[in-house]
């Protein structure tokens, strides 16, 4: 009985944070020779788990079929929004979700492994903190999660076709 109850006093003191993925926002950006695409990709679900305000560990799952490309309209927008879904790039038909995993935090960053197309890496990612907000930038290598197309690291003579490897996922993580 005496260690149920200190089970139940200290064992409990991580609580689950409630995201609001309505308020929260995933905006990606890919860059070019020739110029750059931005778009969005939305919350399939979310979980934080808090100890004292502060961030222990969660994870995020994103919704891969939901990527939207913002800077293109009509034909065009489709056309790459079908091409990131492609095997060219996410494979969403085979790998549907995309997942981070918060293993742990300090006051600037998280600290955790994305996964993209089955394959996982370690990422650091910085942010910040205003009340129930956390906001940053998180970067990563595509071609470490087979998305090679049109990489300069594995094609020669792209010229202006050239996409650089690294993406940008700006983002705003709100709880309720």
Same mark, same amino acid.
């Given at each position: 009985?005496?260690?149920?109850? @200190?089970?139940?006093?200290?064992?409990? &003191?991580?609580?689950?944070?409630?995201?609001?993925?309505?308020?929260?926002?995933?905006?990606?950006?890919? +860059?070019?020779?020739? $110029? =750059?695409?931005?778009?969005?990709? !939305?919350?399939?679900?979310?979980?934080?788990?808090?100890? !004292?305000?502060? @961030? %222990?560990?969660? =994870?995020?799952?994103?919704?891969?079929?939901?990527?939207?490309? #913002?800077?293109?309209?009509? %034909?065009?927008?489709? %056309?790459?929004? !079908?091409?990131?879904?492609?095997?060219?790039?996410?494979?969403?038909?085979?790998?549907? #979700?995309?997942?981070?995993?918060?293993?742990?935090?300090?006051?600037?960053?998280?600290? $955790?492994?994305?996964?993209?197309?089955?394959? &996982?890496?370690?990422?650091?990612?910085?942010?910040?903190?205003?009340?129930?907000?956390? *906001?940053? /930038?998180? /970067?990563?290598?595509? +071609?470490?999660?087979?998305?090679?197309?049109? *990489?300069?690291?594995?094609?020669?003579?792209?010229?202006?076709?050239?996409?650089?490897? =690294?993406?940008?996922?700006?983002?705003? @993580?709100?709880?309720?």
């Amino acid at each position: 009985m005496k260690s149920l109850l @200190i089970t139940m006093l200290f064992g409990f &003191s991580a609580m689950a944070a409630e995201v609001d993925l309505k308020k929260s926002s995933f905006n990606w950006k890919g +860059t070019k020779v020739s $110029g =750059e695409h931005v778009g969005t990709i !939305d919350l399939k679900s979310a979980n934080l788990k808090m100890d !004292d305000g502060k @961030i %222990k560990s969660g =994870e995020f799952v994103i919704d891969i079929n939901s990527v939207d490309v #913002t800077d293109l309209e009509g %034909k065009w927008k489709k %056309k790459l929004e !079908d091409h990131l879904k492609s095997d060219d790039f996410f494979s969403a038909d085979k790998y549907p #979700t995309a997942k981070l995993k918060i293993n742990k935090a300090d006051d600037q960053h998280v600290y $955790g492994d994305l996964t993209i197309r089955d394959k &996982s890496h370690s990422v650091k990612i910085p942010y910040t903190k205003s009340g129930k907000t956390y *906001s940053g /930038t998180l /970067t990563f290598d595509r +071609t470490k999660f087979d998305m090679k197309y049109n *990489s300069g690291n594995f094609f020669k003579n792209l010229g202006d076709k050239m996409i650089h490897d =690294e993406v940008n996922v700006g983002f705003k @993580i709100v709880l309720k």
